[in-house]
């Protein structure tokens, strides 16, 4: 060979090894690319909030000398308004601190009156109860708008909502709560100086020409409080009335049940009997938010615990704490979170669901009142010296922190804590349940229940088609099989959900026996073959192709199974073995379960293992196996006890190579199971992995939301899970390999 050829030959070896490895290179950054890429979209759910104070200034001078009683702010952050005892909202401009407007809000019976007591109803509605025993509502409404010279405006508005005159009562009441539900019927909750309830119901009723009447009752709760009032709250839809004593007692009532008021809890909310101060709702009024004279903030739900038609109150989440007694909660009213104030003007930020102590905010003086803006992005805050200060609030995704997304929450409407994925509903008070640990387990669950179906077989393929397989059949066998990867994942996910889920669902006692009546079928024919002669001719002629003679009995095995299985379903479960074992066992069957996935991932995963296990095997050195058999050894003991142990770094790796497409893959999990997010071993039950999960959630999932950032989060676990497997699935291979050899 000249040496001018054997140089440009080295030097293209060369060259081809520095291309290699810049494409490995080029491999590897990519990879890391793409991790960086979605963890920078997933790190902004464990930023921590912050908070700033835009603007602060003086009260104005028309504010001197009043109390402030309740205050907001649009959530442009630029006017917000400041409700006093007199009854009069003063609209400032909160860049510059000036009057822009002075409503008072409208009643009949003259002026000179004060608010002796006011009720939060809703986004920036107010009850005002009047010192006279006068009743009214007044809305405070934000729009923003333009200008002539196109300049972004915010107008304001304040809209009376209701009105009632004093109920009639022998004293005055010192608190009156009203609602109107959805038949514009109305609700009103009478409290008197000396704690007397007195509840009205006014009706409202059609008749068959649609004209509207009206009934009115009244009822003066006779039922014992124990201690004097100190807080109460009323539902939205006037249904619920929650009391609170100054001996910690907690009281619920039932106003929308059939004829009088009902007494639904009356118990001691804590176990020292300190007084409750004040009662909040969170958003939506499913739970109840009870602030101790000690500082203390806890939210209660109703929860069933004697069966389903009986709840009652119970605490389901603590929040932080504060130094003194709380006088103020506010609701957010965007999310579960709640703004509580002390005596000493100090101001929590809490998110009830996370549990998450968010922000605490102090003034220079100590805060006397405040109001949050609609979008939460905004508060304000009156001292006791007059001043307004604003602070801009970036809390991106307070409903997140390691307990919700891995451990066990108490949702609201739920008995007990759970791990729950529901990450929307139909209404905008919902409670965002995003557990990723039934996903996570979903993922295994699916992997688990493919695997043990898939690597028998793929394993036992392999050797046999290794090991014993006619050469000549083999090169048409390993190909048909390597095709087999080539089937797209929907097609495979297609078939499974529409074609062998509800066959499985038709035949499942069939199935079960078919795992027992094919090997047996299998057992005998082998018992069968081995009573032949050795030299036989026909013994000569299988050599090779003994799983021409396997294929009959496996099917009728199972044809013999699938007959079996209807006449075991009809004499052992009564026709309908899913109602046997819903009735006998409390286990309800999906149609689409992890068998179905067992079988439809499982034949996805077996090419893999099949064709690296089978390459692993074949290139065991020819002389071990030929000097095994040399030795008098069987076929079958030198495949097991020579070949297989020299091929395992190979298994095992095509082992975990079949894992990790199990545990990525998506089309077949989302179109085969019922992807429900539960946990649950059972073999009847569906599930929902972390690839389904993403699939299914991304294209609802608004940009940079916290679902969409949560679904980012998912794909880091799935990346991380997957490095984690193969770098352990790395250093056992190489482990194998110093054990058993390099083949």
């Given at each position: 060979m000249?040496?001018?050829l054997?140089e440009?030959?080295?030097r ?20 890391i ?5 979605i ?11 912050s908070?700033?104070?835009?603007s602060s ?6 504010l ?13 952050l ?5 409700l006093?005892e ?8 909160l ?7 002075r409503?008072?809000?409208q009643?009949?019976?003259?002026g ?5 007591y006011?009720d ?7 009850g ?7 009743f ?5 409404k934000f ?7 196109g300049?972004?405006t915010i107008n304001?508005e ?6 009632a ?6 004293t005055?009441?010192?608190r ?8 514009k019927?109305?609700?009103?909750v ?6 007397r ?11 068959l ?11 003066t ?11 109460a709250v ?8 929650y009391v609170?004593?100054d001996?910690?007692?907690?009281l619920r ?11 639904l809890d009356?118990f001691?909310?804590?176990t020292d009997?300190r007084?409750?101060a004040t ?7 499913a739970?109840?938010a ?8 806890s ?5 069933s615990k004697?069966?389903l038609?009986?709840k ?5 989440h ?10 103020e909660?506010i609701?957010?009213?965007r999310?579960k ?6 005596a000493?003007g100090?101001?929590?930020l809490d998110h009830?669901?996370s549990?998450?102590h968010l ?5 220079a003086?100590?805060?006397?009142r405040?109001g949050?803006a ?6 304000i805050?009156?001292d006791?010296?007059?001043n ?8 991106p995704?307070?409903e997140?922190s ?7 929450v108490?949702?609201e409407?739920?008995?007990?804590p759970?791990?729950v ?11 965002p ?6 996903l996570?387990?979903?993922t295994?669950?699916?992997t ?6 898939a690597i ?7 050797i046999y088609?290794s090991?014993f397989l006619?050469?000549r ?20 996910g297609?078939?499974g959900?529409?074609?062998?889920a509800?066959l ?7 199935f ?17 073959w081995q009573r ?7 013994d000569?002629?299988g ?7 396997i ?5 009728l095995?199972g044809?013999?199974?699938?007959y ?7 004499a052992?479960f009564g026709?309908?073995f899913k109602l ?10 999906d ?10 991932l499982?034949?996805a ?9 089978e ?6 050195p020819?002389?071990l ?7 008098g ?5 030198t495949?097991?006890?020579v070949?297989?142990p020299?091929?395992v ?9 079949g894992f990790g497409?199990?545990?990525?893959e998506?089309?077949?999990?989302l179109?085969a199971?019922?992807n ?7 073999m009847?039950?569906g ?5 389904a999960?993403?699939a ?5 999932a608004p940009?940079?939301?916290t679902?969409?950032?949560?679904l980012?989060l ?8 997957t490095?984690?497997?193969n ?17």
């Amino acid at each position: 060979m000249k040496k001018g050829l054997i140089e440009r030959i080295k030097r293209r070896d060369r060259l081809a090894g520095k291309a290699i490895q810049c494409v490995g290179f080029l491999v590897i950054v990519c990879v890391i690319g793409i991790l960086a890429l979605i963890t920078n979209v997933a790190l902004p759910l464990f930023y921590p909030p912050s908070a700033k104070v835009v603007s602060s200034f003086a009260s104005p001078a028309e504010l001197a000398g009043r109390k402030i009683i309740a205050a907001g702010l649009d959530d442009y952050l630029e006017s917000g308004f400041l409700l006093d005892e007199q009854g009069v909202f003063t609209f400032i401009d909160l860049r510059s601190g000036k009057v822009m407007d002075r409503l008072p809000a409208q009643r009949d019976g003259g002026g000179g009156h004060r608010v002796a007591y006011l009720d939060r109803v809703g986004r920036f509605d107010y009850g005002l109860t009047w010192d006279d025993g006068v009743f009214t509502e007044h809305q405070v409404k934000f729009a923003p708008g333009f200008d002539g010279q196109g300049k972004r405006t915010i107008n304001h508005e304040l809209v009376s909502t209701a009105f009632a005159t004093p109920n009639g009562l022998a004293t005055l009441s010192a608190r009156i709560l009203v609602r109107q539900n959805a038949d514009k019927g109305t609700v009103r909750v009478d409290i008197a100086a000396d704690d007397r309830i007195t509840v009205t119901q006014q009706e409202i009723t059609k008749d068959l020409f649609g004209a509207e009447a009206s009934k009115t009752a009244s009822t003066t709760l006779t039922d014992a409080i124990a201690g004097r009032i100190t807080a109460a709250v009323l539902d939205q839809k006037g249904i619920y009335l929650y009391v609170g004593t100054d001996r910690g007692t907690l009281l619920r009532w039932d106003l929308g049940s059939a004829g009088s008021p009902q007494l639904l809890d009356s118990f001691p909310a804590f176990t020292d009997g300190r007084a409750i101060a004040t009662l909040g709702f969170v958003i939506g009024d499913a739970s109840l938010a009870v602030a101790d004279e000690r500082g203390g903030v806890s939210t209660w739900t109703a929860t069933s615990k004697e069966g389903l038609n009986k709840k009652q109150l119970h605490r389901i989440h603590q929040l932080s704490n504060h130094s003194q007694q709380v006088v103020e909660i506010i609701p957010s009213l965007r999310d579960k979170s709640l703004l509580s104030i002390d005596a000493a003007g100090a101001m929590h930020l809490d998110h009830m669901t996370s549990e998450r102590h968010l922000l605490t905010l102090k003034a220079a003086h100590p805060i006397a009142r405040a109001g949050l803006a609609a979008k939460g992005n905004g508060l304000i805050g009156v001292d006791t010296a007059g001043n307004i200060s604003v602070w801009q609030l970036n809390i991106p995704h307070p409903e997140v922190s390691f307990k919700t997304l891995f451990g066990k929450v108490w949702y609201e409407g739920y008995n007990e804590p759970a791990y729950v994925w529901q990450s929307s509903a139909a209404n905008d008070d919902f409670e965002p349940k995003l557990s990723l640990t039934p996903l996570i387990f979903g993922t295994l669950k699916g992997t688990f229940y493919a695997m043990i179906f898939a690597i028998p077989l793929a394993l036992l393929g392999a050797i046999y088609t290794s090991q014993f397989l006619n050469p000549r059949i083999k090169n048409i066998i390993k190909p048909s099989v390597e095709i087999m990867a080539a089937i797209p994942s929907v097609v495979i996910g297609f078939l499974g959900g529409l074609w062998l889920a509800p066959l499985l669902d038709k035949t499942i006692v069939g199935f079960f026996l078919s795992m027992a009546v094919i090997p047996v079928a299998i057992l005998i024919v082998i018992l069968f073959w081995q009573r032949l002669k050795p030299a036989s001719r026909l013994d000569r002629a299988g050599y090779g192709h003994e799983f021409i003679i396997i294929i009959p009995a496996i099917m009728l095995g199972g044809a013999l199974a699938f007959y079996l299985g209807g006449i075991a379903e009809v004499a052992l479960f009564g026709s309908d073995f899913k109602l046997w074992l819903f009735e006998r066992l409390g286990v309800r069957a999906d149609q689409r379960n992890s068998m179905v996935i067992s079988l439809a991932l499982g034949f996805a995963v077996i090419p893999i293992i099949f064709t690296i296990a089978e390459d692993a095997l074949s290139n065991v050195p020819k002389s071990l196996s030929a000097a095994s058999l040399a030795l008098g050894a069987s076929r079958w003991q030198t495949a097991w006890r020579v070949v297989l142990p020299s091929a395992v770094p190979g298994i095992f790796s095509a082992i975990m190579i079949g894992f990790g497409r199990a545990v990525g893959e998506t089309m077949i999990v989302l179109m085969a199971t019922g992807n429900t997010p539960i946990i649950n071993l059972s073999m009847f039950d569906g599930f929902r992995s972390l690839s389904a999960n993403i699939a299914v959630e991304i294209p609802e999932a608004p940009l940079a939301g916290t679902l969409y950032r949560v679904l980012f989060l998912s794909a880091v676990l799935l990346f991380a899970f997957t490095f984690v497997v193969n770098t352990v699935a790395e250093i056992y291979r190489q482990r194998f390999r110093k054990k058993y050899g390099r083949y």
